[in-house]
């Protein structure tokens, strides 16, 4: 009876305490319940009609991890209601959220927090050198086009293999305004998030590049990592994962059509 008059708290808009929201979403946690309900009970915008509909794309993703004894980062914490929605829907999972703001106060059980620049390369270090690695990155932070870029280009090298980078609201791409975004016209599109993440889409198939003369080094790099990057509404999804293996080009058209390059 208490946990039901406590969702109904939460569903109207009523004020609970943040450890009474706390033990709400660890008793959820026993239940088999739709992430995208999970969010918008904690009042997430993740799942929210007229906001985002990223409920439905992570379960979809998420559901072999469910029960699996992982550890989600979150940047960007904001009211915390995701962490909460994570604590929920993971209930063996470590939940690791970071903001650039004091957010101590959504601390607790399975909950950590760390404060965090995330343009700040030391910052980030501070917050490998304190977590390690992880199975799932979520980027909600503060949706600068260039802070995106950055923070996957430091933070990858700390996920797991089979692990899931996640880039949220990449709709800051197509803005000119205030997010260092671009018209998708724009010859600039190409630095924004999404025009970076559709150069490196390029880099998967890396093994099948005849020269790799004038490319990009780090993209070569980091694309042997790579084995799928997806393009969902408003989000980036890149899966890391061993991308090393070699071309057959030698055998279907060397020896079949006895070609040789110049």
């Not at 960007?76 to 994570?86: F, K």
Request: proline letters at 3%; glycine letters at 8%; a neutral charge.
């Amino acid at each position: 009876m208490w946990i039901m008059s406590q969702i109904k708290t939460l569903r109207g808009g009523r004020l609970t305490t943040l450890r009474e929201r706390y033990w709400i979403a660890c008793l959820l946690s026993m239940l088999p319940l739709p992430l995208a309900w999970l969010f918008r009970i904690f009042g997430s915008d993740k799942s929210q009609t007229g906001q985002h509909a990223y409920g439905g794309v992570y379960a979809e993703l998420f559901r072999p991890y469910r029960y699996a004894r992982l550890k989600i980062l979150e940047i960007g914490v904001l009211s915390g209601a995701s962490m909460l929605g994570w604590r929920a829907y993971f209930p063996s999972g470590t939940i690791i959220g970071c903001d650039i703001e004091d957010k101590s106060a959504f601390a607790m059980g399975r909950i950590r927090l760390h404060i965090v620049d995330q343009s700040s390369s030391a910052d980030l270090a501070r917050l490998r050198a304190a977590e390690g690695a992880f199975e799932i990155i979520v980027d909600d932070g503060s949706h600068v086009n260039a802070h995106q870029i950055f923070t996957f280009f430091e933070m990858f090298g700390s996920l797991k293999s089979g692990g899931l980078y996640i880039i949220e609201d990449v709709q800051t791409s197509y803005w000119p305004v205030g997010f260092g975004g671009a018209e998708v016209q724009d010859p600039a599109f190409a630095a924004t998030c999404m025009g970076t993440f559709l150069e490196l889409a390029r880099y998967i198939n890396h093994a099948e590049f005849f020269r790799q003369d004038n490319m990009n080094a780090a993209y070569l790099r980091i694309a042997q990592d790579i084995t799928e990057i997806q393009f969902r509404h408003n989000l980036i999804i890149i899966r890391k994962g061993d991308n090393r293996q070699p071309s057959n080009f030698k055998d279907y058209v060397i020896e079949k059509f006895d070609w040789h390059p110049a």
